[in-house]
């Protein structure tokens, strides 16, 4: 899985090369092309995904080249039992950037955290990260249990 942001639009090409869109502007997610941004279970060229809808939310939870990942568009939500059990265990979470983010993430702990938006690099200082920007990240097969890496993507 490699992820890249290209003008506001999150980009995650599988290993299959089938590819999830995330366009961070409005708000809509797709799967090679086909707009999954309403609550829903789907699954289409080997990539599993489940739309939860919370409080007029919608949260993404996607099984990809076997790894577990999440997008999180909106963090005015109250953090509940029912959505971290949604979320479980994450390998990679897109998530937008503003002071409650990090406090969801605290809760969350995934092993990559990929932020967005106009203010993503006060989100890492906040968290005490210091990273350089890449034009994209390739996911590693191994991930540890232990840390969690932040990845500054270029817009």
Not at 52 to 63: H, P, R
Not at 72 to 86: A, G, P, R, T, V
């Amino acid at each position: 899985m490699e992820i890249f942001n290209n003008k506001w639009v999150i980009e995650i090409l599988s290993n299959t090369k089938s590819k999830i869109t995330f366009d961070t502007k409005n708000i809509e997610v797709s799967i090679d092309w086909l707009n999954v941004s309403h609550p829903w279970e789907f699954e289409k060229a080997w990539i599993l995904l489940e739309v939860k809808e919370y409080n007029k939310i919608l949260f993404y939870s996607f099984t990809i080249d076997t790894k577990h990942l999440v997008i999180i568009s909106n963090d005015s939500f109250e953090l509940k039992e029912e959505i971290l059990s949604f979320f479980g265990d994450v390998d990679v979470l897109v998530i937008v950037w503003s002071k409650e983010s990090a406090k969801i993430f605290e809760n969350i702990e995934a092993r990559v955290v990929v932020p967005y938006w106009e203010w993503k690099q006060t989100f890492l200082t906040t968290l005490g990260q210091h990273t350089e920007e890449l034009k994209s990240y390739k996911v590693k097969w191994e991930m540890s249990d232990d840390t969690s890496e932040f990845i500054n993507l270029e817009e």
